[in-house]
């Protein structure tokens, strides 16, 4: 039997009756809270029929953790205050630790499982807060994302004392041994997973997609939330992993490359992590031991370091030496690498994206919004009079005044938002599966945000102001062959919409700049002969 048919045949042994399931009340509960015309009467009575339930729900709708600031006495009330969203996720978490508590494994480590787990949601929480994400929702997904491997052991028994073996290794290692234990792994196993608990789409696909890189036709929400998810993994490996060093510089590089964050950042994050474990554990009524401090960690990684060091030096210094020398090769590669990557994609002046890295991101943006018909916004902005600010005060008052806006841009776009510097003092912003309405917000919150900037320069200060112009385009055809059609003139699609924008940009200068004009209802997925109208929109 071949390697793939072995692994088709243990995967086909799971099936949904194997899996840990929740209670029949999760399920009414859960069924009731995607219910668009939900009546909080009737979802609070399916709730107080599990008498178990409605007394975790009271504890945790007055613990700190929702911090919802008053006394809480009534399933009622705790319908109506936590929502319908935060109530689902509770009710997916209290089913998970049920789930676990109903299956005892002999040789299997349950607390420090949920040591894990929690490290990993309250890591995912963390990051969504800072990324402007669903908490709750973040949380869930850190709870369910590795249940996968939990079944894993619940099916094959006999491997359930590999998990003291797994828990300290990081991602890529766990999922390589996963799949040499059980022929499969824990995101496969969780697709089954999510069909058998009714998982809503927004949790079920960062459970199922977590070790998955590339994404076609998501949602941007759905897109966060999966990147929170793979970093969460590795957050939780900071803390467990054996090779911590490894460990680190991993998730500070992805915390970077999907979330922006330094690495001072990063580090808050982390330190952050232990605190927030001690509080879910005991919002879940698991009883972990004492954590370790994120200093402890980095100071116990260090030391472990310096011993192996030693030891290796007394045994065979020619081979510390070696591996000596492969580090700091490694370390200069991966420094000649970013530097690469910052010199092919980015700016060197603002650090947005440059000409090239946004074509890229702006064809596979236009390909999947074709798969997706959801809208896409693209807004092109100009700063106004910018050469008399040059020539006035200096191009290295220049620098600084567009370092500025990059700051500003930055801070005011969501993170699938995507700013780029086209050239001079041209920029263009990208935003996926936004509406007229939607593109409008971002672009005149954008414009605000830089009339509001002010540069001291000697004994002046100096203003800016900006121009903008945007369309939202969409590509409402949802037949297989005009989806393929319109794939195949993406380089064009992308021409004609840039020249609106542009065009749209030029009407805000001649109507006295510091404005936005925004293209109405182009047709461009259908005709590259639309004349779209000119609408203004901005500040008069």
Excluded at 22 to 50: F, G, Q, T, W, Y
Excluded at 374 to 394: A, Q, R, T
Aim: with cysteine; charged share 25%; net charge neutral.
């Amino acid at each position: 039997m071949s390697k793939k048919s072995s692994l088709i045949t243990k995967l086909g042994r799971i099936t949904p009756g194997d899996l840990p399931t929740p209670p029949e009340v999760a399920i009414r509960v859960m069924h009731a809270c995607a219910d668009a015309k939900l009546n909080s009467r009737k979802l609070a009575k399916i709730i107080s029929s599990d008498t178990a339930l409605v007394a975790e729900l009271l504890r945790v709708a007055n613990s700190p953790f929702f911090g919802i600031g008053h006394k809480v006495s009534s399933v009622s009330q705790a319908v109506v205050v936590m929502g319908t969203r935060s109530l689902r996720n509770f009710v997916l978490s209290f089913s998970a630790r049920e789930s676990l508590r109903a299956n005892t494994l002999s040789g299997f480590d349950a607390l420090s499982y949920w040591e894990t787990v929690l490290r990993r949601a309250v890591g995912a929480r963390r990051l969504a807060e800072m990324a402007g994400a669903d908490m709750d929702e973040a949380f869930t997904v850190g709870i369910l994302q590795d249940f996968g491997l939990l079944t894993l052991f619940l099916v094959y028994p006999q491997h359930a004392a590999a998990w003291e073996q797994l828990r300290g290794m990081n991602p890529d290692e766990r999922y390589r041994m996963e799949r040499e234990t059980f022929g499969t792994t824990h995101d496969e196993v969780a697709r089954l997973l999510s069909k058998s608990w009714a998982l809503p789409d927004e949790v079920a696909f960062p459970i199922a997609h977590h070790h998955t890189e590339f994404h076609d036709a998501v949602s941007a929400s759905q897109l966060t939330l999966t990147r929170i998810s793979t970093c969460a993994d590795w957050i939780a490996a900071v803390f467990a992993a054996t090779d911590k060093r490894l460990a680190l510089a991993r998730c500070r590089k992805l915390l970077g490359d999907y979330f922006g964050l330094n690495t001072a950042k990063a580090d808050a994050l982390f330190s952050a992590v232990p605190e927030h474990v001690a509080e879910a554990a005991g919002v879940l009524h698991l009883g972990i031991g004492p954590q370790l401090s994120f200093d402890e960690v980095l100071a116990r990684a260090n030391r472990e370091l310096v011993e192996t060091s030693v030891q290796s030096e007394d045994r065979a210094p020619r081979l510390e030496r070696a591996l000596a020398e492969r580090e700091r090769l490694a370390d200069e590669l991966q420094v000649a690498y970013e530097r690469l990557a910052q010199l092919a994609y980015y700016d060197p002046l603002t650090a947005l994206v440059n000409r090239r890295r946004f074509d890229e991101l702006f064809s596979a943006e236009i390909a999947r919004h074709s798969r997706s018909g959801k809208p896409l916004s693209l807004v092109m902005m100009d700063l106004d009079h910018f050469k008399k600010i040059n020539d006035s005060h200096g191009h290295p008052f220049g620098d600084a005044v567009l370092q500025a806006v990059s700051g500003v841009l930055k801070a005011t776009l969501r993170s699938s938002d995507v700013a780029a510097r086209i050239g001079g003092e041209e920029m263009c912003l990208l935003l996926p599966e936004t509406d007229v309405e939607g593109g409008r917000i971002a672009a005149e919150r954008v414009r605000a945000a830089i009339e509001k900037l002010i540069f001291p320069h000697g004994a002046i200060e100096v203003q800016l102001t900006a121009s903008f112009g945007g369309l939202t385009w969409r590509f409402a055809v949802q037949d297989v062959k005009a989806i393929r059609e319109a794939l195949q003139r993406v380089p064009e699609v992308m021409g004609e919409i840039m020249s609106c924008a542009d065009k749209a940009l030029y009407a805000s200068k001649a109507a006295g700049r510091n404005r936005l004009t925004w293209v109405d209802e182009p047709s461009i997925e259908t005709s590259a002969e639309a004349s779209p109208a000119i609408a203004a929109h901005g500040k008069v």
